[in-house]
């Protein structure tokens, strides 16, 4: 089935410093989405994407988060600085349209702030 | 409250059985998503649904906005069914709300 690849699957990065998050989605899809999964809770929304602009972001989207996808590249998340709570799974996924249809998530990127 | 109730929060069956996952909604919701996720951490997509049900292999997923729940049905329990299971739906706005997730666990 589509495939969204994330990368790195894991990074372990200094409390302070700057980390970018990359995802390949589905090649024709359109909106694009992180999620945040600390380890052993349920998955939490941080941000959608749609034609260059974020659409909705949640509570969790902090300053520190930036979300883009340059000339249609990699959509990345970036956090800058990171804080140790910051440490947790990061899914992108992606559909074809916002109503209703299937999201389809990478394997996640695992980010561990020391 | 929370929008997505999901039950039970674990379980443990024996290889060959099988039971039923439960998610109820306390607001009409658009359609539902059901997924796995395995030992690894990675997600995989079981069922999307915006009405009735589907089955594919051993299991089988109903999804009824008008009573607000969703189900999940494993039967034929096998030891890689192991994970945890989140529904997942779509509100209103097409925004997903997650489930808190059943912890399953497949005994040999």
């Known amino acids: 089935g589509p495939k969204v690849l994330q990368i790195p699957s894991h990074q372990i990065i200094d409390m302070g410093q700057m980390v970018t998050l990359n995802c390949d989605p589905v090649?024709?899809?359109?909106?694009f989405y992180w999620y945040k999964q600390i380890l052993g809770q349920q998955m939490e929304f941080l941000v959608n994407f749609y034609n260059g602009k974020v659409m909705e972001k949640s509570k969790l989207f902090k300053d520190q988060f930036s979300v883009e996808r340059p000339d249609g590249s990699y959509f990345t998340l970036k956090i800058q600085p990171t804080a140790l709570e910051d440490s947790a799974v990061y899914f992108c996924a992606s559909s074809p349209t916002d109503s209703g249809n299937t999201l389809y998530f990478g394997e996640g990127s695992r980010l561990i702030v020391v | 409250g929370d929008q997505v109730e999901q039950s039970p929060s674990a379980l443990s069956l024996h290889e060959g059985t099988g039971s039923a996952l439960r998610c109820n909604f306390t607001?009409?919701?658009?359609?539902v998503q059901w997924f796995q996720q395995n030992s690894r951490g990675s997600l995989i997509n079981l069922f999307y649904?915006?009405?009735?049900?589907k089955e594919n292999g051993r299991l089988k997923s109903t999804f009824n906005s008008k009573e607000s729940y969703s189900t999940l049905h494993i039967r034929d329990a096998q030891l890689e069914d192991s994970g945890t299971y989140f529904c997942?739906?779509?509100?209103?706005?097409?925004?997903?709300?997650w489930g808190s997730g059943t912890k399953l666990i497949i005994k040999p």
């Open positions: 090649s024709n899809h359109l909106y």
């Open positions: 607001t009409t919701m658009r359609a």
């Open positions: 997942a739906a779509a509100d209103s706005n097409y925004q997903l709300i």
């Open positions: 649904l915006a009405s009735g049900t």
